[in-house]
Structure formats: structure tokens, C-alpha cells
């Protein structure tokens, strides 16, 4: 059975990093994401990462390269999220999600099918 358990968010000023950690069970072999949701918005895709190797096949949202890093531990199961340079505009609801069939697109919600309960990232100005 996969369970996704997501930690890590809080509250940080504008320029500020957080790290948020994704615990993964049954996902070996899995593709990876994180996604976000901004109050009165639909989730979004942030950063992705194929199944094989740590840093290998990632690609991200236009509005946080060069800020954020995913990466992930294959042998713990685990998924990180580097976050640099917040701000505030990044303040939303941060999910881990894990998929096994690819799609055209990783950042369509339904390539994904389990998903964490997400992690609260609040930046202030």
C-alpha cells in the first residue's frame, strides 16, 4: 500500500529556505512530484522527478527554477524539496504525490496517483 507523509514546511521570512521531506512507502519505482495549492487555487506542479536516480530526469515550474531543488533518496524512500530564496508568493499547501504511468505532461494532477496530505509553507514579506 503507498502512503505519502509530507514534513518540513513552517514559516520563514522572503529569502529565506525551508527543506520539506516526503516519507514514501510502497513507492519504489515510482515517479515523483511535489505540487502546491494557493488558497482559492487548483494544485499545481512544482517539481519533478523520474523513478531512476537521485537527481536524474527532474523538471520544475518556470517560476521556481533556479530556486528550488527536488531530489530523492531511493534506498529510504524519501523525496526532498530544496526551497531558496522564498517568496512570499510561494505561501501555499505543499504536496508529495507518486505516479507509475507517464503522461505528456508531470504537471497534470492526473498522472499522480497518490498523494500526501501536504505541509504548510508560509513566507513572509
Known amino acids: 500500500q503507498v502512503q505519502l507523509v509530507e514534513s518540513g514546511g513552517g514559516s520563514v521570512q522572503a529569502g529565506g529556505s525551508l527543506r520539506l521531506s516526503c516519507a514514501g512507502s510502497?513507492?519504489?519505482?515510482?515517479?515523483m512530484a511535489w505540487f502546491r495549492q494557493l488558497p482559492g487555487k487548483e494544485k499545481e506542479g512544482v517539481a519533478f522527478?523520474?523513478?531512476?536516480?537521485?537527481?536524474?530526469?527532474?523538471a520544475y515550474a518556470d517560476f521556481v527554477k533556479g530556486r528550488f531543488t527536488i531530489s530523492k533518496d531511493n534506498v529510504k524512500n524519501m523525496l526532498y524539496l530544496q526551497m531558496n530564496s522564498l517568496k512570499a508568493e510561494d505561501t501555499a499547501m505543499y504536496y508529495c504525490?507518486?505516479?507509475?504511468?507517464?503522461?505528456?505532461?508531470?504537471?497534470?494532477?492526473?498522472?499522480?496517483?497518490?498523494w500526501g496530505q501536504g505541509t504548510q509553507v508560509t513566507v513572509s514579506s
Open positions: 522527478i523520474g523513478s531512476l536516480g537521485s537527481f536524474g530526469s527532474a
Open positions: 510502497g513507492v519504489s519505482g515510482f515517479f
Open positions: 504525490a507518486a505516479g507509475s504511468i507517464y503522461g505528456p505532461d508531470w504537471s497534470q494532477r492526473g498522472m499522480y496517483d497518490y
